[in-house]
């Protein structure tokens, strides 16, 4: 099963970028992997940057692909749920594992109804900070479905 993740705007932080690089390596020694960034709308209302940032996301989602979208009213799951979550996609025979970071203002309404809702905590983190503490959680998941002592 190959990973997408999806993100509107650069990573810009130095640090950021760093652990971005440090887990992306991680997790590609368990799937493949595959980061994209998404090119954020500037000087638009709220909802219309929505619309245009998820009209772009929804072109890097093929059909037959899990969505998992970021988002705070998403459902909050442990490690190990997530782990579940990704392994039973795997065995299920999931092509492609698409996660999507949205812009400042998240997900359209109609694209929040596309895929499955996860959210990460109930405290608010920066979309930069978000980026690492996903790629974190895919490589921790993988190292539970195989057992590593990584989790404990």
């Given at each position: 099963m190959k990973i997408k993740v999806l993100w509107v705007g650069k990573s810009r932080d130095p640090w950021v970028k760093?652990?971005?690089?440090?887990?992306?390596?991680?997790?590609?020694?368990?799937?493949?992997?595959?980061?994209?960034?998404?090119?954020?709308?500037?000087?638009?209302?709220?909802?219309?940057?929505?619309?245009?940032?998820?009209?772009?996301?929804?072109?890097?989602?093929?059909?037959?692909?899990?969505?998992?979208?970021?988002d705070?009213?998403?459902?909050?799951?442990?490690s190990p749920g997530l782990a579940s979550f990704v392994g039973r996609q795997r065995d299920s025979g999931v092509g492609e594992l698409i996660f999507a970071i949205g812009g400042a203002y998240g997900f359209s309404e109609e694209f929040r109804r596309r895929g499955k809702l996860l959210a990460l905590s109930k405290m608010t983190f920066t979309h930069q900070m978000v980026r690492a503490f996903l790629l974190e959680?895919?490589?921790?998941?993988?190292?539970?479905?195989?057992?590593?002592p990584y989790h404990h």
């Open positions: 760093d652990a971005i690089d440090e887990y992306a390596g991680r997790i590609r020694r368990y799937s493949p992997l595959e980061l994209v960034d998404i090119r954020d709308e500037k000087g638009a209302a709220a909802e219309d940057m929505r619309r245009r940032e998820c009209e772009r996301l929804e072109k890097q989602i093929p059909p037959g692909a899990t969505l998992v979208l970021l705070e009213r998403g459902e909050q799951m442990d959680q895919i490589y921790r998941a993988f190292t539970i479905l195989n057992n590593e």
